[in-house]
């Protein structure tokens, strides 16, 4: 006798919900690796310290994971190659002179506040819908 699962079983629900935790995950780890090695950039940006390729490294990795756990447009794996091409290009660039220089360093400390601020403020607002009173009968 084969049994059938009833339609709302829990079990189907956890497929789902492993999937949006995935996601989570994937917001949550490309998020810090991003935001940590922007700040260790921005650090060697404002003090002139040196900078090797770890965070450049870091910075396009996480940026990579997070376009993958936060995008669902076919276009996401346009942009994360861009974005793998991009980091690998600098990164080796780095590692032929030896450090990053502070143009390398301030585009991508600089180029994340534009592109962060662009977001922010020129996103569309939610439309507004303004309710009329009903006709008196």
Do not use: C
């Not at 956890?14 to 995950?25: L, N, R, V």
């Not at 690796?33 to 396009?60: E, H, I, K, N, R």
């Not at 756990?69 to 590692?95: D, F, N, Q």
């Amino acid at each position: 006798m084969d049994h059938a699962p009833p339609p709302n079983d829990p079990r189907d629900q956890e497929e789902g919900t492993s999937e949006s935790h995935t996601e989570a995950m994937q917001k949550f780890m490309g998020f810090i690796l991003m935001v940590l090695s922007w700040l260790q950039l921005l650090v060697a940006v404002s003090s002139g310290s040196d900078a090797d390729y770890l965070p450049f490294l870091f910075y396009f990795f996480g940026l990579v994971i997070f376009v993958n756990g936060t995008m669902s447009s076919p276009y996401k794996y346009l942009i994360m190659g861009a974005a793998s091409l991009t980091g690998l290009a600098l990164i080796y660039h780095i590692r032929s002179i030896g450090a990053a220089t502070r143009w390398e360093k301030g585009m991508v400390v600089y180029g994340t506040i534009l592109i962060v601020g662009y977001f922010i403020f020129a996103r569309q607002k939610p439309v507004r819908r303004i309710r009329t009173p009903n006709p008196p009968p």
